[in-house]
């Protein structure tokens, strides 16, 4: 079975500062995804960035990376340059590779509130 | 249509009673779930279709059914709606690649009285 945990509940960061969120997980398993998603007041989920286990390089996408160290299993998401619109609830979500009937689904973490101030 | 719709956006609805909750994608994606979200928990898995003809359980199954008869139509039923059922759903549907990054619907609040 697959777990997310992710520790902290709400955070709170200065606008323009960075901000890191974490998540750790658990699996057995060799081959697997790593999601971050964003979700605004509004409701909707928003795909940020994604890693995959065999990766070598931590992913980036503008200003959001992925602290990735597989052997504590941790997959923080890193935001730089916080602004006010990323004060949102962020999601982190683990995906089994490869076939067999679990391929594709996401298990996902309790999430953590983002609060940026200006 | 651009990406994944849901219907309705919002539900009341009385304990007993039938209700579906409708998704339809327009990416052609394989792949469809649903999800629901409450509070502290994050979002788990119903029941999913990795395509269409086949359907699976996922972690929270019980109560619901899904069917998919074609690529673009996931939708999802509540035979007998209880108060347990109140929550956010989502429906999501994902690509065959490398990441499979599964793209989220607007949601469906639903509240069972």
């Known amino acids: 079975a697959q777990k997310i945990t992710q520790t902290q509940p709400g955070m709170f960061v200065q606008e323009k500062e960075a901000v890191t969120l974490d998540c750790t997980y658990d699996t057995s398993d060799q081959s697997y995804g790593l999601f971050w998603y964003k979700q605004p007041s509004s409701g909707e989920m928003i795909f940020l960035i994604y890693q995959g286990s065999y990766d070598e390089q931590n992913a980036t996408e503008g200003r959001y990376s992925l602290n990735f160290q597989k052997a504590r299993k941790s997959a923080n998401l890193v935001i730089s340059a916080s602004q006010l619109g990323d004060s949102a609830m962020y999601f982190c979500a683990m995906r089994r590779r490869g076939g067999g009937t679990s391929y594709g689904k996401l298990t996902f973490g309790q999430g953590t509130i983002l609060t940026v101030h200006p | 249509i651009a990406g994944i719709t849901q219907a309705p956006t919002s539900q009341i609805l009385a304990a007993g009673r039938r209700m579906t909750l409708r998704c339809t994608q327009d990416?052609?994606?394989?792949?469809m779930y649903w999800y629901r979200q409450d509070l502290g928990l994050g979002l788990r898995l119903i029941h999913y279709s990795n395509t269409a003809g086949t359907t699976g359980k996922g972690e929270v199954p019980d109560g619901y059914s899904v069917s998919r008869a074609n690529t673009d139509d996931f939708p999802l039923t509540l035979a007998s709606a209880v108060p347990s059922q109140t929550s956010v759903y989502f429906c999501?549907?994902?690509?065959?690649?490398?990441?499979?990054?599964?793209?989220f619907g607007p949601g469906t609040r639903l509240l069972v009285l």
């Open positions: 990416m052609r994606h394989n792949a």
């Open positions: 999501a549907s994902s690509d065959r690649g490398r990441i499979e990054t599964q793209y």
